[in-house]
């Protein structure tokens, strides 16, 4: 019978593989792991338990340690009062809860937390949107206008309070000069208004990358065929934006308001940190801010881990009203 030296030849090189693959034999459960299945999602599900347990480890430590234990810390420690070192605990009841929705200074921070959110939000939805737009019209030079614009995500916050602080002071800001030149009276130092308005900027600009990554990938996703066909019925460019691409990445838009809302309430802590400080006359000092202020600088613990509580609640039910209100107006049959 004859033999084919191709197959031959096939074998004896197998045969040699196998036997050098020998010598680094690895463990059966790893090859299990990172074989590739047919099935898919099958490849997901193990024999034993504790496989999936050692993976989910990493992860679930980080939410133990970083979560749910200062999250316990602080409902415990806003029913009670105690001192800076925890000597003497005497349990109050709602009567931290009491003593800050009493307080003017905590109603003016409510006030301009929100303030200062839904402006931000409104604006680096907007200039992220139309840079999305912007770029998407570019043929030339397209990648690099965008690597331009994501420049700023590589940034860290204290870095960029840090830039606009030095920028905007009014001894020596270039541009708190330039304002000064066209009869501005800039001094966040020493104007309320003017810091508001800084913070809003920074945070503006710290969180635009952001939001320009999302709406440039909703904006990719969008099916040429809908362009085209609204093109040939004679809309232009920017109406074909608002009437065909807008409803199709709405739900893009809906998930960023709510991380813009995350973002400001929980992360300008440190752009208004090394910018203001809260001043002038508590006139930046948000909700974040003053957790911080009346817990590690007056060491008012109780009241600090109150208003923690309260900032949480607050995030959650704009949350679920966000779900309930914008969802019905979005569009997910893309």
């Not at 939001?211 to 040939?232: K, Q, T």
């Amino acid at each position: 019978m004859p033999v084919n030296n191709d197959s031959m030849t096939m074998s004896a090189g197998a045969q040699g593989r196998q036997q050098q693959a020998g010598i680094f034999q690895l463990p059966g459960w790893f090859t299990k792991l990172t074989t590739p299945s047919l099935t898919g999602l099958k490849a997901a599900h193990f024999k034993r338990n504790g496989a999936g347990f050692l993976l989910l480890a990493p992860q679930l430590l980080i939410l133990l340690f970083f979560f749910y234990i200062p999250a316990y810390k602080a409902l415990s420690l806003a029913f009670v009062e105690t001192d800076p070192f925890g000597m003497s605990v005497i349990f109050v009841g709602f009567n931290n809860f009491t003593r800050l929705f009493s307080s003017p200074e905590y109603r003016f921070s409510a006030l301009l937390t929100l303030a200062l959110t839904v402006v931000q939000s409104v604006i680096t939805l907007g200039l992220a949107a139309m840079l999305a737009f912007a770029t998407d019209r570019v043929i030339r030079g397209r990648a690099v206008y965008r690597r331009i614009i994501l420049l700023p995500y590589a940034i860290a916050p204290v870095a960029s309070g840090t830039i606009f602080a030095f920028m905007f002071n009014a001894n020596v800001g270039p541009i708190a000069h330039f304002l000064h030149e066209l009869g501005l009276p800039w001094n966040p130092a020493l104007r309320p208004m003017d810091a508001q308005i800084l913070v809003v900027l920074a945070a503006v600009w710290n969180h635009l990358c952001y939001d320009y990554i999302f709406l440039v990938a909703a904006i990719l996703s969008v099916p040429n065929s809908l362009m085209e066909a609204a093109a040939l019925d004679g809309a232009r460019p920017v109406r074909r934006f608002f009437t065909v691409t807008m409803p199709l990445i709405m739900p893009t838009f809906f998930f960023l308001m709510i991380m813009n809302l995350i973002y400001g309430l929980f992360e300008t802590f440190a752009l208004i940190e090394t910018m203001t400080g809260g001043g002038p006359a508590a006139a930046t000092s948000t909700l974040v801010y003053k957790v911080y202020q009346d817990g590690f600088v007056q060491l008012d613990l109780g009241t600090s881990a109150a208003q923690s509580v309260v900032l949480m609640g607050i995030a959650i039910l704009f949350t679920v009203l966000q779900f309930r209100a914008v969802e019905r107006r979005v569009n997910y049959g893309v």
